[in-house]
Structure formats: structure tokens, C-alpha cells
């Protein structure tokens, strides 16, 4: 929206005419006159929050012999035809209004102010908002936890078979975190493109998403530096690889919460009870594994390997430990069947309601 001639009715009884510039709050046309030009306004409220207004307007309106001057391009003309959007919202301290919570409703067609018709709406979306927010479930809730999960627990799972010339734990962990990577980029592109190319940090979200695509891309710059397996200052890779990749991880979860109420959104609160039904789902998966992989760390003999490091993704295929083996498997497939259903729910859910 933008360039648009305004009237807000608020619950208070307050009726003024405005002009939005762009994405930012409507500004009075008048300050010293809010309600110029609007005549015989009337406003109700059912204390539920929503509120009933009329009033009347010529079709132009000249701004008078006034020492401020309204500037004539901020009140259009009604004798031409005009989309009408509708929106609700809450207002600041001061009574103005700020950015509405629901995506408004625009008539059918351009309406003609001077006659009486019947105004027939639809809702107006944001569809690169509403593809920001289901790529970023996509990447986060779907593809980075498997690859979490895969770095985490399955190095010793098909231990002796290789899947693009790397072992299968590694060349999944790589793929996925990478393509979430990618689509967590092309997801803030979108949204930008969305704002106008503005940015800005008066919320957690955006600041906390930032964060996260920050992580998130200096993962794969630490993954190429890094030491030799063999090396004195390996251990040093292996921790800060750990420490971003989860704190990424564990951000993430906390700004899609976040978004979720954000103004301008209005999720049911389904989505919200799905995404803590995933986060539950993803700690309980990740106890039972982490359960199993101590038992077996206590109860090893000499000749079984233990679960490799990521410092031996490049090492010689070590041999194939059985122990585990099964449950694991379970686990994963259990995982990848549950975690698909809850993603797949909010991903529906999030393109038919954002």
C-alpha cells in the first residue's frame, strides 16, 4: 500500500482524514483540523472492539484560506473511481493509529463514489510474506533439525557405505544445511521485497532472524577453514561448530514463535500449537538418541568405535558398529514421518491464514 487518501474511525469516537505516503503511518492531512473535510460523522462501538462509522465528504475539497495549506494530491478526488481497502488495528498512546493486525479487505473492483452499490471484498495478501514464512518453517523446522539430528547421532550408522563419495551422515548433514541456508537467503530477500526494501529493529523478530541467517552463513565458512582432523586446534572448530550451528538452531524456533505475532499476522492458534507440538517432538527424539548413544559409550569394548567427530568426516571409513543400529533407524524414519506432518500442517495452515 501507499499513496493512499485515508479515513480512521477509532473505538474512542475520534473520525480523521489522513494520507499514507508508503509503508508507514497515515499522517493527518490537517493537523490543526483532523476530521477536514468529514461532516455529520458518527462512530459506535459494541465494546468488543469493533466499531461502526459514517459520515459524509464532498468529492473535492478545497483546502480554504488557511495559513497552513492542505496539500490537494493527499485528498483525492471521489468524482473518480477508486479500489477501497478496509483494515482494523490497535492505536498508539497518543490515539493514532498503528500498523493493522489483520490483512485488510479491498473491494472487487474500483468503486464509483457516486452512486449506491453493494461493495463486494476480498482479502488482499501478501504473497511474498506469507512464502518468507513457510520457506523459513521449511528450512528451520524441516531441514535443519534432520541435519542436526544427522551430525549428531548417525556417524556411526552406515558406517561402511558411502553416498556421494562421503560418508551418509556427513553428505546429508552438508546437503540439508546448506539448502536451508539458501532458502533461509532467498526467504529474507522475499520479505524485504515485501517491506519496500526497509528494515526494521523496533521488534525481536527481524533482529533475531538476522542473527540466525548470520549463524547460519558462517557455518559453512568455518566448515572450509577448519583445521586438519589431526590437528592441535581441531578441537577448537569442533566447539564453535557445535555452539553456532545450535544456538542458530534454538534462535530460529524462538523468531518463528515470535512471528507468529507479529502485527499484520493472523495465524490461528493452531500453528502456534503445532510448532510446540514439533519442539516437544524435536527434544524428545533428541533425549531418546542421546540416551542410547551414552549407554553405548559406557558399555563399548576396545574393538567398537565410538560415534566419530566431525573432524573424521574425512578420515578412512572406520568399521561398522551394530550396536544402536536399529534404534536409530527407528528414530529417524519416526522422525522424518512425524516432523514432515507437522510441517507439512503449518505450512497449509500459514498460506491460507497469514
Not at 117 to 135: D, E, F, K, M, Y
Not at 270 to 281: G, P, Q, R, T
Not at 283 to 311: C, F, G, H, W
Request: hydrophobic share 50%; proline share 5%.
Amino acid at each position: 500500500m501507499g499513496d493512499d487518501n485515508v479515513i480512521v474511525c477509532t473505538s474512542r469516537g475520534a473520525v480523521s482524514q489522513r494520507y499514507q505516503a508508503g509503508r508507514v503511518a497515515p499522517e493527518l492531512v490537517d493537523a490543526d483540523r483532523p476530521y477536514f473535510g468529514l461532516t455529520a460523522f458518527k462512530v459506535g462501538s459494541d465494546g468488543a472492539g469493533r466499531v461502526s462509522c459514517s459520515f459524509a465528504r464532498n468529492k473535492t475539497l478545497a483546502s480554504g484560506r488557511r495559513r497552513r495549506a492542505v496539500e490537494p494530491s493527499q485528498v483525492f478526488d471521489l468524482g473518480q473511481a477508486f479500489y477501497v481497502l478496509v483494515a482494523r488495528g490497535d492505536l498508539d498512546s497518543n490515539g493514532d493509529p498503528v500498523k493493522h493486525t489483520t490483512a485488510p479487505a479491498v473491494s472487487a473492483e474500483q468503486v464509483n463514489f457516486t452512486a449506491t452499490s453493494q461493495l463486494l471484498t476480498t482479502q488482499a495478501g501478501r504473497p511474498l510474506a506469507v512464502a518468507h514464512a513457510c520457506l523459513m518453517l521449511i528450512a528451520w523446522v524441516g531441514l535443519a533439525s534432520t541435519g542436526i539430528l544427522m551430525a549428531r547421532f548417525y556417524k556411526p550408522q552406515w558406517a561402511s557405505t558411502k553416498l556421494c563419495g562421503e560418508r551418509v551422515w556427513f553428505a546429508i548433514h552438508r546437503t540439508v544445511m546448506l539448502s536451508a541456508l539458501v532458502i533461509s537467503i532467498v526467504a529474507l530477500l522475499l520479505i524485504l521485497a515485501d517491506l519496500g526494501w526497509t528494515w526494521s529493529s523496533e521488534v525481536a523478530h527481524p533482529v533475531i532472524g538476522m542473527i540466525v541467517i548470520c549463524l547460519a552463513f558462517i557455518q559453512p565458512i568455518m566448515a572450509v577453514l577448519r583445521p586438519h582432523p589431526d590437528g592441535r586446534h581441531r578441537w577448537l572448530f569442533n566447539w564453535a561448530h557445535w555452539f553456532v550451528g545450535t544456538g542458530a538452531h534454538v534462535l530460529s524456533v524462538l523468531a518463528i514463535f515470535l512471528g507468529m505475532r507479529l502485527p499484520g499476522v493472523s495465524l490461528p492458534d493452531s500453528v502456534l500449537y503445532i510448532m510446540i507440538a514439533f519442539v516437544v517432538w524435536h527434544i524428545a527424539v533428541d533425549a531418546i538418541l542421546e540416551v542410547n548413544q551414552r549407554y553405548l559409550s559406557n558399555t563399548k569394548t576396545k574393538n567398537v568405535p565410538e560415534a566419530y567427530a566431525m573432524d573424521k568426516s574425512d578420515a578412512t571409513t572406520p568399521p561398522p558398529d551394530s550396536r544402536g543400529h536399529c534404534l536409530r533407524l527407528v528414530m529417524i524414519i519416526l522422525y522424518l514421518i512425524v516432523t514432515c506432518s507437522l510441517l507439512v500442517a503449518m505450512v497449509t495452515l500459514t498460506a491460507i491464514y497469514f
